[in-house]
């Protein structure tokens, strides 16, 4: 598999798109030293059989957001890229800033709220006006 050629004008579409199939977000928790829930990371994860085709997307992934270019490892029978808080939180802003109503996955979204419900200091101007647009129905400009 070859990554395509994708317009700019469409590229956060189609990586969104790409994420929601083969994709995953999570938070990694665990226990502080009185028992409280802390949050350690949120990671983004893209998989494919191709390894070709996951350098092409990271160096892509890189030149439009911004973020670090990360390897692309070996998993069981596929391939990963990885990407720690800091990427996934550029990575949030890619896929949802001009996003229409209905064209993303919910519960994938709602992973990202999540974290940044549990850490604001995470929550960057252009986080929270897509945060605030999916609280409140607006359409995204």
């Not at 929601?20 to 928790?29: I, N, Q, W, Y």
């Not at 992973?111 to 940044?116: D, E, G, K, L, P």
């Amino acid at each position: 598999m070859i990554m395509p050629t994708i317009p700019v004008t469409y590229f956060s579409d189609f990586v969104r798109g790409y994420f929601d199939g083969d994709g995953c977000v999570s938070l990694e928790r665990s226990k502080g030293s009185k028992g409280q829930a802390i949050i350690r990371r949120l990671t983004v994860v893209f998989t494919s059989g191709s390894k070709q085709f996951l350098k092409v997307l990271a160096r892509q992934l890189a030149e439009h957001t911004g973020i670090q270019r990360v390897p692309v490892w070996l998993s069981n029978c596929s391939f990963q890229l990885r990407y720690s808080t800091t990427d996934s939180t550029k990575l949030f802003c890619l896929f949802y800033k001009q996003v229409r109503p209905g064209l993303y996955l919910r519960r994938k979204f709602d992973i990202f709220a999540q974290y940044f419900q549990l850490r604001p200091s995470r929550v960057t101007d252009g986080i929270a006006r897509i945060l605030d647009v999916f609280q409140h129905g607006h359409v995204v400009k």
